[in-house]
């Protein structure tokens, strides 16, 4: 099993800066992907950002060029680099990690980290 703890979400005005972490409970090799997901009173769950196997990353139109994800070497964290932020970025932010079973994929989900952008 694949425990995974969220840090660094908080309080921010608009236009600054947050970093969230996400590391898993122990080094796990078969990770094979990972992203950040968000999610609003009344909305659905929405990816933000991802990280492939291979490095190669996506974001959401509304943070790209705005946020970075990224990892460590070992794949067991994963972090989000989030600048000039917006109200609208207000959210729980929750990071997915997909790991590789033979041919099986499984999703790990940490339990999630407030963040709010407030003047």
């Known amino acids: 099993q694949v425990q995974l703890v969220e840090s660094g979400g908080g309080l921010v005005q608009p236009g600054g800066s947050l970093r969230l972490s996400c590391a898993a409970s122990r080094n796990t090799f078969s990770i094979s992907a990972m992203a950040w997901y968000r999610q609003v009173p009344g909305m659905e769950r929405e990816p933000v950002a991802r990280?492939?196997?291979?490095?190669?990353?996506t974001y959401s139109d509304s943070v790209k060029d705005r946020f970075r994800i990224s990892r460590n070497k070992a794949r067991d964290q994963v972090y989000l680099q989030m600048n000039s932020l917006k109200a609208e970025d207000t959210a729980v932010y929750f990071c997915?990690?997909?790991?590789?079973?033979?041919?099986?994929?499984?999703?790990?989900w940490g339990e999630g980290t407030q963040v709010t952008v407030s003047s």
């Open positions: 997915k990690m997909t790991a590789r079973y033979g041919v099986e994929f499984k999703d790990y």
């Open positions: 990280i492939s196997i291979d490095g190669t990353t």
